[in-house]
């Protein structure tokens, strides 16, 4: 199984143990995000260079510190632009995302 692990640099001892067990048990940990923001918004409010700065790296940093390789990276809501796309490229190798139907309803529980 793969597990996209979001706010890494928030995670306890005990969490980051948890995260390490799996990997020890076979399973693969991929990259979701320092703050599990919307990566079009955030973006599109404050530009391509400070997402990749405040939401990719941090987190990204922290896990490859720890020993982690991720070489996947899942959008959180799925929310992408051909810039977060490119820009995200140059740090890990594959990126996932989702394609949704927008009710026209923000159900996200931050604003990013």
Avoid at 68 to 92: M, N, Q, S
Wanted: proline share 4%; glycine share 6%.
């Amino acid at each position: 199984v793969t597990f996209f692990v979001s706010e890494y640099t928030f995670l306890d001892d005990n969490q980051k143990a948890e995260i390490r067990q799996l990997q020890m048990d076979g399973h693969d940990i991929e990259y979701h995000s320092t703050h599990h923001w919307n990566a079009a918004n955030y973006a599109h409010d404050h530009g391509i260079d400070a997402y990749i700065t405040d939401d990719i790296m941090p987190a990204l940093d922290a896990m490859r510190a720890d020993g982690y390789d991720p070489h996947i990276f899942a959008y959180p809501f799925g929310a992408r632009t051909g810039e977060t796309d490119r820009a995200i490229l140059h740090e890990v190798g594959q990126i996932r995302s989702v394609s949704f139907t927008y009710s026209g309803v923000d159900e996200s529980p931050c604003p990013y």
